[in-house]
C-alpha cells in the first residue's frame, strides 16, 4: 500500500507542477497564442495525472465509483482539450488577435490565402 500512496503522491506533485509552470507561461508568454498554449498544458499535463492519481486512489481503497469517474473526466480532458483550444485559438485569429512582433511567419494567415 505504501507504494500505491507513492505513486499518487508522485501523480500530484507531476500534475501541480506543470500546472504552476503553466500559470507562470500565462503570465510571461507575450501574445494571447502562446497564452492559449501555456493554458492548453495545463489543462493537459497538470489535470491528466492527477486524475490518474484519483484512479488509482479510487481503485486502491476500494472505491471504484472515484475511479471510474476520474476515468471518465480524463477520457473527456482528452477528448475536448484539443478542440476547445484549437477553437480559441481560431477565434483570436479571426478577431485580429496580435501576433508577437518578433513572430517570423504566421502559417494559418498562408493557409487562408489558399481558400
Not at 52 to 70: D, E, M, P, R, T
Not at 88 to 115: I, P, Q, S, V, W
Amino acid at each position: 500500500m505504501i507504494v500505491v500512496r507513492i505513486l499518487i503522491d508522485l501523480l500530484f506533485t507531476v500534475g501541480i507542477f506543470f500546472t504552476i509552470a503553466g500559470i507562470v507561461g500565462m503570465i510571461r508568454m507575450p501574445d494571447t497564442y502562446c497564452r492559449l498554449q501555456s493554458s492548453t498544458n495545463i489543462a493537459t499535463m497538470g489535470a491528466l495525472p492527477i486524475a490518474l492519481g484519483c484512479v488509482i486512489y479510487g481503485f486502491a481503497i476500494g472505491n471504484s465509483s472515484l475511479g471510474i469517474k476520474a476515468l471518465v473526466i480524463m477520457f473527456f480532458l482528452v477528448i475536448t482539450n484539443p478542440v476547445a483550444s484549437h477553437a480559441m485559438t481560431r477565434a483570436a485569429y479571426k478577431t485580429k488577435a496580435k501576433l508577437f512582433e518578433k513572430n517570423k511567419c504566421d502559417h494559418y494567415g498562408r493557409d487562408e490565402e489558399d481558400e
